[in-house]
């Protein structure tokens, strides 16, 4: 079940804030959050993982909450570098043969 | 430490032709995954290896795609015959080893256009 994420695209100044949701309709084990920028391949970001604490460094963070099956990714002071492609990925288990299923994107773009 | 290496960038063939990618992931990595990308959506996972062993194939279309990862090192990922919406950008990720904390290390991809 693929996860749906919203919005699908955001346009923002350089130096706003840009929250990012991702949400499933099945109980979820790990959160994964990547950046992709056009014509590169997907950088990591970080993992939440069922029961662990909200994680962040520098100014992007982000929150996972169990119970709404619903992760949010918070761009702090968007910087230029920030434009890309975000992507959730979602296990529901801890099994090594679980698949990760990123969500469809949502595009983001900083103007100075 | 060297990332994911694929090859080719790039790809341009007709329908009803073959086409391999291949993929060499990062050095010690056991688990190896084959994504496809198409255009303005999100990676869907073909193929996760763990060593040689295939651990999900779910989702590759079966009677057209096939992969190896013969000796648990680099990978191959094989079209025949191509049909126009297999174009997309197919991706090769590797992870230390299969789990839900692990994170993946992307390839810049192959893109393939089928005309």
């Known amino acids: 079940q693929q996860p749906v994420q919203s919005p699908q695209a955001v346009i923002l100044r350089e130096g706003e804030d840009a929250v990012i949701n991702c949400s499933s309709s099945k109980a979820l084990y790990s959160v994964h959050w990547y950046r992709q920028k056009h014509g590169e391949a997907p950088v990591f970001l970080m993992i939440?993982?069922?029961?662990?604490e909200q994680k962040g460094h520098d100014k992007i963070s982000a929150s996972f909450n169990e119970k709404k099956q619903q992760s949010s990714l918070y761009l702090t002071a968007s910087q230029l570098s920030y434009s890309g492609t975000y992507f959730c990925g979602t296990e529901r288990s801890n099994f090594g043969n679980e698949k990760l299923t990123f969500g469809t994107g949502t595009r983001l773009t900083i103007i100075p | 430490e060297a990332g994911v290496a694929q090859s080719p960038r790039y790809k341009i063939i007709e329908k009803r032709q073959s086409v391999a990618f291949w993929c060499n992931p990062i050095s010690g990595h056991a688990t190896l995954y084959w994504y496809q990308q198409i255009l303005g959506q999100g990676p869907k996972l073909l193929i996760q290896?763990?060593?040689?062993?295939?651990?999900?194939d779910s989702q590759l279309p079966k009677d057209r795609f096939s992969a190896e990862r013969l000796k648990g090192v680099d990978s191959t990922l094989k079209i025949q015959p191509a049909k126009l919406e297999d174009s997309a950008v197919y991706l090769c990720a590797s992870s230390l080893v299969a789990g839900a904390d692990e994170k993946l290390f992307f390839g810049s991809g192959t893109q393939l256009s089928v005309l």
């Open positions: 290896f763990q060593n040689n062993g295939v651990v999900d």
């Open positions: 939440l993982l069922k029961g662990g």
